[in-house]
Protein backbone atom coordinates (compact mmCIF):
# COMPACT_ATOMS: atom_id res chain seq x y z
CA UNK A 1 0.00 0.00 0.00
CA UNK A 2 1.40 3.69 -0.70
CA UNK A 3 1.00 5.72 2.10
CA UNK A 4 0.78 10.07 1.34
CA UNK A 5 3.96 10.79 2.42
CA UNK A 6 3.36 14.63 1.66
CA UNK A 7 2.97 17.08 5.02
CA UNK A 8 0.28 19.47 5.00
CA UNK A 9 -1.65 19.03 8.19
CA UNK A 10 -3.50 21.47 9.56
CA UNK A 11 -4.06 21.28 13.46
CA UNK A 12 -7.02 23.67 14.04
CA UNK A 13 -9.27 20.82 12.03
CA UNK A 14 -7.19 17.53 13.09
CA UNK A 15 -9.65 15.83 16.25
CA UNK A 16 -8.59 13.63 18.21
CA UNK A 17 -9.43 9.73 18.24
CA UNK A 18 -7.12 7.78 20.89
CA UNK A 19 -7.38 4.21 19.70
CA UNK A 20 -4.78 1.21 19.86
CA UNK A 21 -4.70 0.47 16.25
CA UNK A 22 -3.90 2.91 13.83
CA UNK A 23 -5.79 3.22 10.94
CA UNK A 24 -3.41 2.12 8.51
CA UNK A 25 -3.73 -1.39 9.29
CA UNK A 26 -7.15 -1.38 8.66
CA UNK A 27 -6.53 0.41 5.20
CA UNK A 28 -4.06 -2.04 4.30
CA UNK A 29 -6.91 -5.06 5.29
CA UNK A 30 -9.31 -3.16 3.38
CA UNK A 31 -6.62 -3.74 0.18
CA UNK A 32 -4.93 -6.88 1.00
CA UNK A 33 -7.85 -8.95 3.55
CA UNK A 34 -9.91 -12.01 2.47
CA UNK A 35 -13.61 -10.47 1.49
CA UNK A 36 -14.38 -10.93 5.35
CA UNK A 37 -11.56 -9.11 6.64
CA UNK A 38 -12.09 -5.96 4.15
CA UNK A 39 -15.29 -5.83 5.70
CA UNK A 40 -14.52 -5.73 9.40
CA UNK A 41 -11.82 -3.42 8.19
CA UNK A 42 -14.58 -1.15 6.65
CA UNK A 43 -16.60 -0.85 9.76
CA UNK A 44 -13.14 -0.77 11.99
CA UNK A 45 -12.72 2.63 9.95
CA UNK A 46 -16.05 3.62 10.20
CA UNK A 47 -16.17 3.08 14.11
CA UNK A 48 -12.45 4.97 14.36
CA UNK A 49 -14.52 8.26 12.88
CA UNK A 50 -17.91 8.43 14.45
CA UNK A 51 -15.34 7.99 18.02
CA UNK A 52 -13.52 10.89 16.15
CA UNK A 53 -16.52 13.51 17.46
CA UNK A 54 -17.38 11.47 20.49
CA UNK A 55 -14.07 11.77 22.03
CA UNK A 56 -13.37 15.66 21.20
CA UNK A 57 -16.73 15.97 22.99
CA UNK A 58 -15.83 14.45 26.29
CA UNK A 59 -12.06 15.98 26.20
CA UNK A 60 -12.61 18.11 28.79
CA UNK A 61 -14.77 16.45 30.65
CA UNK A 62 -13.73 15.76 34.17
CA UNK A 63 -16.13 13.04 35.15
CA UNK A 64 -16.59 10.49 38.49
CA UNK A 65 -16.51 11.39 42.26
CA UNK A 66 -13.72 11.81 44.16
CA UNK A 67 -12.55 8.91 46.51
CA UNK A 68 -9.64 8.21 48.59
CA UNK A 69 -6.20 8.01 47.47
CA UNK A 70 -5.76 4.55 46.96
CA UNK A 71 -9.20 3.10 46.74
CA UNK A 72 -10.07 1.88 43.45
CA UNK A 73 -13.91 2.41 42.56
CA UNK A 74 -14.34 0.18 38.81
CA UNK A 75 -17.00 -0.33 36.50
CA UNK A 76 -17.62 -2.39 33.84
CA UNK A 77 -20.91 -2.42 31.58
CA UNK A 78 -21.81 -4.48 28.31
CA UNK A 79 -22.64 -2.57 25.25
CA UNK A 80 -24.26 -6.06 24.26
CA UNK A 81 -22.51 -5.79 20.36
CA UNK A 82 -23.89 -1.92 20.16
CA UNK A 83 -22.90 1.75 19.78
CA UNK A 84 -24.61 2.57 23.07
CA UNK A 85 -22.36 3.67 26.16
CA UNK A 86 -21.53 3.32 28.72
CA UNK A 87 -24.08 -0.09 28.40
CA UNK A 88 -25.53 -2.52 30.96
CA UNK A 89 -23.57 -2.38 34.03
CA UNK A 90 -21.86 -6.31 34.96
CA UNK A 91 -19.39 -5.84 37.64
CA UNK A 92 -19.34 -3.05 40.25
CA UNK A 93 -15.99 -2.83 42.39
CA UNK A 94 -15.67 -5.57 44.81
CA UNK A 95 -18.49 -7.81 43.04
CA UNK A 96 -17.28 -11.43 42.23
CA UNK A 97 -15.91 -12.62 39.07
CA UNK A 98 -18.83 -13.24 36.07
CA UNK A 99 -18.67 -15.90 33.73
CA UNK A 100 -17.73 -13.60 31.37
CA UNK A 101 -13.83 -13.22 30.54
CA UNK A 102 -13.81 -9.91 28.89
CA UNK A 103 -15.97 -8.73 31.94
CA UNK A 104 -13.58 -9.74 34.14
CA UNK A 105 -10.25 -8.80 32.13
CA UNK A 106 -11.39 -5.58 32.10
CA UNK A 107 -11.96 -5.46 35.79
CA UNK A 108 -8.60 -6.99 36.75
CA UNK A 109 -7.04 -5.03 34.05
CA UNK A 110 -8.38 -1.53 35.00
CA UNK A 111 -7.53 -1.91 38.53
CA UNK A 112 -3.81 -3.18 37.80
CA UNK A 113 -3.10 0.29 35.75
CA UNK A 114 -4.95 2.13 39.01
CA UNK A 115 -2.23 0.22 41.69
CA UNK A 116 0.67 0.74 38.85
CA UNK A 117 -0.10 4.78 39.02
CA UNK A 118 -0.81 4.90 42.46
CA UNK A 119 2.12 2.91 43.63
CA UNK A 120 4.91 4.00 41.60
CA UNK A 121 4.11 7.66 41.05
CA UNK A 122 1.53 8.03 43.71
CA UNK A 123 -1.21 8.93 41.54
CA UNK A 124 -4.91 9.14 42.61
CA UNK A 125 -6.78 7.52 39.29
CA UNK A 126 -6.69 8.71 35.89
CA UNK A 127 -7.27 12.52 36.87
CA UNK A 128 -5.27 12.21 40.20
CA UNK A 129 -8.25 12.76 42.09
CA UNK A 130 -9.94 9.52 42.23
CA UNK A 131 -11.73 9.63 38.76
CA UNK A 132 -13.91 6.12 38.39
CA UNK A 133 -12.71 3.61 36.42
CA UNK A 134 -15.47 2.51 33.93
CA UNK A 135 -15.09 0.60 31.04
CA UNK A 136 -17.27 -0.88 28.47
CA UNK A 137 -16.83 -4.56 26.88
CA UNK A 138 -18.13 -5.64 23.90
CA UNK A 139 -18.61 -2.82 21.52
CA UNK A 140 -20.42 -3.46 18.40
CA UNK A 141 -19.86 -7.16 16.52
CA UNK A 142 -16.50 -7.91 16.00
CA UNK A 143 -14.85 -4.45 16.65
CA UNK A 144 -11.21 -4.82 16.53
CA UNK A 145 -9.66 -1.82 18.60
CA UNK A 146 -10.24 -0.63 21.97
CA UNK A 147 -10.22 3.61 23.15
CA UNK A 148 -10.30 5.58 25.87
CA UNK A 149 -13.31 8.43 24.99
CA UNK A 150 -12.65 11.37 26.79
CA UNK A 151 -14.50 9.59 30.24
CA UNK A 152 -13.91 5.79 29.97
CA UNK A 153 -12.80 2.80 28.34
CA UNK A 154 -14.18 1.14 25.37
CA UNK A 155 -12.97 -2.56 24.23
CA UNK A 156 -13.98 -4.14 21.20
CA UNK A 157 -13.80 -8.30 21.25
CA UNK A 158 -11.39 -8.52 17.77
CA UNK A 159 -12.63 -10.42 14.88
CA UNK A 160 -10.71 -13.86 15.96
CA UNK A 161 -9.06 -13.94 12.62
CA UNK A 162 -6.38 -10.80 12.89
CA UNK A 163 -7.15 -9.63 16.63
CA UNK A 164 -7.65 -11.66 19.71
CA UNK A 165 -9.86 -9.85 22.21
CA UNK A 166 -8.63 -6.15 23.55
CA UNK A 167 -9.41 -7.18 26.90
CA UNK A 168 -6.34 -9.25 26.88
CA UNK A 169 -3.09 -7.78 26.91
CA UNK A 170 -2.68 -5.30 30.49
CA UNK A 171 -0.28 -2.90 28.29
CA UNK A 172 -2.78 -1.93 25.86
CA UNK A 173 -5.29 -0.98 28.53
CA UNK A 174 -2.83 0.99 30.48
CA UNK A 175 -1.82 2.26 27.18
CA UNK A 176 -5.45 3.50 26.98
CA UNK A 177 -5.76 4.88 30.23
CA UNK A 178 -2.46 6.92 29.78
CA UNK A 179 -4.34 8.95 27.11
CA UNK A 180 -6.41 9.74 29.92
CA UNK A 181 -3.44 10.11 32.45
CA UNK A 182 -1.97 13.17 29.56
CA UNK A 183 -5.54 14.64 28.98
CA UNK A 184 -5.65 15.69 32.79
CA UNK A 185 -2.04 16.85 32.51
CA UNK A 186 -1.03 18.36 29.80
CA UNK A 187 -3.86 18.33 26.91
CA UNK A 188 -1.38 17.20 24.19
CA UNK A 189 -2.60 18.01 20.46
CA UNK A 190 -3.45 14.83 18.31
CA UNK A 191 -1.43 16.09 15.82
CA UNK A 192 2.26 15.75 14.48
CA UNK A 193 4.84 15.59 17.03
CA UNK A 194 2.33 16.46 20.08
CA UNK A 195 0.25 13.96 18.84
CA UNK A 196 2.93 11.40 18.24
CA UNK A 197 4.40 12.34 21.87
CA UNK A 198 0.70 11.72 23.44
CA UNK A 199 1.10 8.08 21.67
CA UNK A 200 4.79 7.67 22.75
CA UNK A 201 3.89 8.00 26.53
CA UNK A 202 0.92 5.94 26.35
CA UNK A 203 3.04 2.92 24.89
CA UNK A 204 6.12 4.21 27.53
CA UNK A 205 3.63 3.61 30.91
CA UNK A 206 1.64 0.71 28.94
CA UNK A 207 5.03 -1.09 28.55
CA UNK A 208 5.86 0.28 32.15
CA UNK A 209 2.62 -1.16 33.92
CA UNK A 210 3.01 -4.70 32.26
CA UNK A 211 6.67 -4.50 33.37
CA UNK A 212 5.57 -3.45 37.25
CA UNK A 213 2.78 -6.34 36.98
CA UNK A 214 5.30 -9.08 36.08
CA UNK A 215 8.50 -7.06 37.97
CA UNK A 216 10.91 -7.68 35.35
CA UNK A 217 13.84 -5.56 35.07
CA UNK A 218 14.50 -3.34 31.80
CA UNK A 219 17.20 -5.65 30.37
CA UNK A 220 14.49 -8.35 30.40
CA UNK A 221 11.08 -7.41 29.47
CA UNK A 222 10.42 -7.94 25.59
CA UNK A 223 9.44 -3.89 25.21
CA UNK A 224 6.41 -5.07 22.64
CA UNK A 225 3.18 -3.15 22.94
CA UNK A 226 0.28 -5.50 22.65
CA UNK A 227 2.06 -9.08 22.57
CA UNK A 228 -0.71 -11.31 22.25
CA UNK A 229 -3.13 -9.38 20.69
CA UNK A 230 -2.93 -10.69 16.79
CA UNK A 231 -3.50 -14.52 16.14
CA UNK A 232 -1.65 -16.54 15.32
CA UNK A 233 -2.32 -16.56 11.75
CA UNK A 234 -0.19 -13.10 11.66
CA UNK A 235 3.35 -12.56 11.62
CA UNK A 236 3.72 -10.56 14.30
CA UNK A 237 4.94 -10.29 17.52
CA UNK A 238 2.49 -7.35 18.42
CA UNK A 239 1.75 -3.75 17.12
CA UNK A 240 4.46 -2.27 18.02
CA UNK A 241 8.02 -2.88 19.59
CA UNK A 242 10.07 0.08 21.44
CA UNK A 243 13.21 -1.97 21.58
CA UNK A 244 13.20 -2.08 17.58
CA UNK A 245 10.41 0.04 16.01
CA UNK A 246 9.37 -1.02 13.09
CA UNK A 247 9.78 -4.67 13.84
CA UNK A 248 6.32 -5.75 15.50
CA UNK A 249 4.89 -7.06 12.08
CA UNK A 250 5.38 -7.71 8.72
CA UNK A 251 2.04 -9.53 7.32
CA UNK A 252 0.53 -9.36 3.94
CA UNK A 253 -3.01 -8.93 5.56
CA UNK A 254 -1.97 -6.23 7.72
CA UNK A 255 0.92 -4.82 6.36
CA UNK A 256 4.77 -3.52 7.45
CA UNK A 257 5.26 -2.27 10.91
CA UNK A 258 6.16 1.48 9.43
CA UNK A 259 7.40 2.99 12.77
CA UNK A 260 11.13 4.80 12.48
CA UNK A 261 13.64 4.86 15.11
CA UNK A 262 15.82 7.96 14.44
CA UNK A 263 14.96 10.82 13.30
CA UNK A 264 16.86 10.30 9.81
CA UNK A 265 13.75 8.67 8.96
CA UNK A 266 10.77 10.67 10.06
CA UNK A 267 7.83 10.29 8.51
CA UNK A 268 6.34 13.61 7.26
CA UNK A 269 2.63 12.47 6.44
CA UNK A 270 -1.48 13.66 6.40
CA UNK A 271 -1.83 10.06 7.47
CA UNK A 272 -2.69 8.55 10.97
CA UNK A 273 -3.54 12.77 11.95
CA UNK A 274 0.35 13.48 10.83
CA UNK A 275 1.92 10.25 11.85
CA UNK A 276 1.48 10.22 15.20
CA UNK A 277 1.25 6.22 15.82
CA UNK A 278 4.42 6.23 12.81
CA UNK A 279 6.77 8.58 14.31
CA UNK A 280 6.33 7.71 18.07
CA UNK A 281 8.84 5.13 17.21
CA UNK A 282 11.24 7.71 17.47
CA UNK A 283 10.71 8.78 21.11
CA UNK A 284 10.10 5.10 22.30
CA UNK A 285 13.36 3.86 20.57
CA UNK A 286 14.98 6.99 22.85
CA UNK A 287 13.12 5.87 26.13
CA UNK A 288 14.07 2.36 25.73
CA UNK A 289 17.56 3.69 25.25
CA UNK A 290 17.10 5.13 28.67
CA UNK A 291 15.70 2.84 30.37
CA UNK A 292 18.56 0.27 29.42
CA UNK A 293 20.93 2.28 30.14
CA UNK A 294 19.85 3.05 33.52
CA UNK A 295 18.72 -0.52 34.63
CA UNK A 296 17.11 -2.19 37.38
CA UNK A 297 13.05 -1.54 36.83
CA UNK A 298 12.52 1.33 34.40
CA UNK A 299 9.70 2.62 36.13
CA UNK A 300 11.67 3.77 39.45
CA UNK A 301 14.13 6.27 37.23
CA UNK A 302 13.04 6.59 33.46
CA UNK A 303 9.39 6.16 34.60
CA UNK A 304 10.25 8.92 36.94
CA UNK A 305 11.81 10.97 34.82
CA UNK A 306 8.89 10.34 32.27
CA UNK A 307 6.61 10.64 34.50
CA UNK A 308 7.62 14.18 35.93
CA UNK A 309 7.86 15.72 33.06
CA UNK A 310 4.46 14.97 31.51
CA UNK A 311 2.80 16.75 35.04
CA UNK A 312 4.80 19.35 35.46
CA UNK A 313 6.29 20.69 31.98
CA UNK A 314 4.41 19.38 29.12
CA UNK A 315 2.13 21.51 27.37
CA UNK A 316 -0.34 21.04 24.89
CA UNK A 317 1.84 21.84 22.04
CA UNK A 318 5.19 20.05 23.48
CA UNK A 319 7.03 18.53 20.22
CA UNK A 320 9.76 16.17 20.38
CA UNK A 321 13.00 18.37 20.29
CA UNK A 322 10.78 20.33 23.33
CA UNK A 323 10.15 16.71 25.53
CA UNK A 324 13.90 16.03 25.19
CA UNK A 325 14.65 19.50 26.75
CA UNK A 326 12.56 18.82 29.27
CA UNK A 327 13.25 15.30 30.09
CA UNK A 328 17.08 16.50 30.06
CA UNK A 329 15.82 19.84 32.92
CA UNK A 330 14.28 17.17 35.03
CA UNK A 331 16.50 14.36 35.29
CA UNK A 332 18.63 17.60 36.41
CA UNK A 333 16.28 18.13 39.05
CA UNK A 334 15.88 15.04 40.00
CA UNK A 335 19.22 13.33 40.56
CA UNK A 336 21.39 16.28 39.76
CA UNK A 337 22.77 18.44 37.16
CA UNK A 338 25.51 16.37 35.18
CA UNK A 339 24.21 12.84 37.22
CA UNK A 340 24.62 9.82 35.59
CA UNK A 341 21.01 9.80 34.91
CA UNK A 342 21.11 13.68 33.20
CA UNK A 343 23.95 12.38 31.10
CA UNK A 344 21.71 9.09 29.67
CA UNK A 345 18.99 11.47 28.85
CA UNK A 346 21.62 13.55 26.75
CA UNK A 347 23.09 9.79 25.45
CA UNK A 348 19.51 8.71 24.24
CA UNK A 349 17.83 11.46 22.75
CA UNK A 350 21.20 11.52 20.83
CA UNK A 351 21.08 8.33 19.78
CA UNK A 352 17.74 8.34 17.79
CA UNK A 353 18.76 12.20 16.06
CA UNK A 354 17.97 14.44 19.09
CA UNK A 355 20.41 16.55 20.23
CA UNK A 356 20.10 18.71 23.29
CA UNK A 357 21.77 22.18 24.39
Known sequence: MKYDLSYNFNVKTATPCCAIIPPYIFQHIALFGSDRQRRFAFLNLNGSSELRGERKAFLNLSAGFAIAPGARKRSIYDARNGMVLPGKLVRSEGASPVKDVSVNEAYAGTGRVFDFFSKAFGRNSIDDKGMQMDSTVHYRRKFSNAFWNGQQMVFGDGDGEIFQRFTGPLDIIAHELTHGVTQFEAGLQYVGDS??????????????????????????????????????????????????????????????????????????????????????????????????????????????????????????????????QITFEVAGALYGAKSKEQKAVTKAWAEVGIGIE
Open 195 to 324: GALNEHLSDVFGALAKQYRMKQKASNADWVIGAGLLTEKINGVGIRSMKNPGTAYDDPVIGKDMQPAHMDNYVRTTEDNGGVHINSGIPNKAFYNLAVSLGGHAWIQAGKIWYTALVERVRSDTGFQGFA
